[in-house]
């Protein structure tokens, strides 16, 4: 059993900083590639962000200079840094992973977690 638990999430107004924290708990062996998407109200959840356990990053066009994804393997944790924030942002972030081996060879394909809301007005 994994669970995916994400943090971080506020209000904040337009230009404000915001750091968001993904932790995959469980029996983990390895966890292969992690991610960030959102969903805003009325829209398709879009992709954020994504990055390999080689750090290898990829952002979706409307982040992009704005915001950046690390990770840590040993802690199976990914953050997201949010800079320059606009009202556009504001979503409920879902942290994604696409594999995750445990330590008894079992594997997780395409775990998300429970969401956390982002909010960036004035």
């Known amino acids: 059993q994994v669970q995916l638990v994400e943090s971080g999430g506020a209000l904040v107004q337009p230009g404000a900083s915001l750091r968001l924290s993904c932790v995959a708990s469980?029996?983990?062996?390895?966890?292969?590639?992690m991610g960030w998407y959102r969903q805003a109200p009325g829209k398709p959840r879009e992709l954020v962000g994504t990055?390999?356990?080689?750090?290898?990053?990829n952002y979706g066009d409307s982040v992009k200079g704005r915001f950046t994804i690390s990770r840590d393997n040993a802690k199976n944790t990914v953050w997201l840094q949010m800079d320059s924030l606009k009202p556009e942002d504001t979503a409920v972030y879902y942290c994604?992973?696409?594999?995750?081996?445990?330590?008894?060879?079992?594997?997780?394909?395409?775990?998300w977690g429970q969401g956390t809301q982002v909010t960036v007005s004035s």
């Open positions: 469980g029996d983990i062996f390895a966890v292969n590639r």
């Open positions: 994604n992973t696409d594999t995750i081996r445990l330590k008894n060879g079992d594997f997780y394909y395409n775990q």
């Open positions: 990055i390999t356990r080689a750090n290898t990053t």
